[in-house]
């Protein structure tokens, strides 16, 4: 089992950063490629970043590619979401998630149902 928890989600301006992280525990943090998904109100939940277990390799939704990055401690057993030029679209409810196995596409990650943890979210408002 691993257990995630997500922080630092908040309300700010449109063109403002912020920073999300996931604090994962339980079983080997570094055996489990991390990922970001967000769900706006009355929309699908949707994928964000992913990266691997070892970070060496980082994944990106268009719409976030260049203003988001994706990195993690495995010391510390973290997963971060710098998040800058923030729009009003950006607005939804973060979660992260955890996977066992090695990630090799951008369509791999994106595959949320080979997610095998998730945390509760955290809430993101971007004002226009």
């Known amino acids: 089992q691993v257990q995630l928890v997500e922080s630092g989600g908040g309300l700010v301006q449109a063109g403002d950063s912020l920073s999300l992280s996931c604090a994962a525990s339980g079983r080997t943090f570094s055996g489990y490629a991390m990922g970001w998904f967000r769900q706006a109100p009355g929309k699908e939940r949707e994928f964000v970043a992913a990266i691997t277990m070892s970070g060496y390799s980082t994944y990106y939704a268009d719409s976030v590619k260049g203003r988001f990055t994706i990195s993690r401690d495995n010391a510390k057993n973290t997963v971060d979401l710098q998040m800058k030029r923030l729009k009003p679209e950006d607005t939804a409810v973060y979660y992260c998630?955890?996977?066992?196995?090695?990630?090799?596409?951008?369509?791999?990650?994106?595959?949320?149902?080979?997610?095998?943890?998730w945390g509760q979210g955290t809430q993101v408002t971007v004002s226009s």
């Open positions: 998630a955890a996977r066992t196995g090695s990630i090799y596409s951008i369509t791999e990650a994106r595959r949320q149902i080979r997610y095998d943890y």
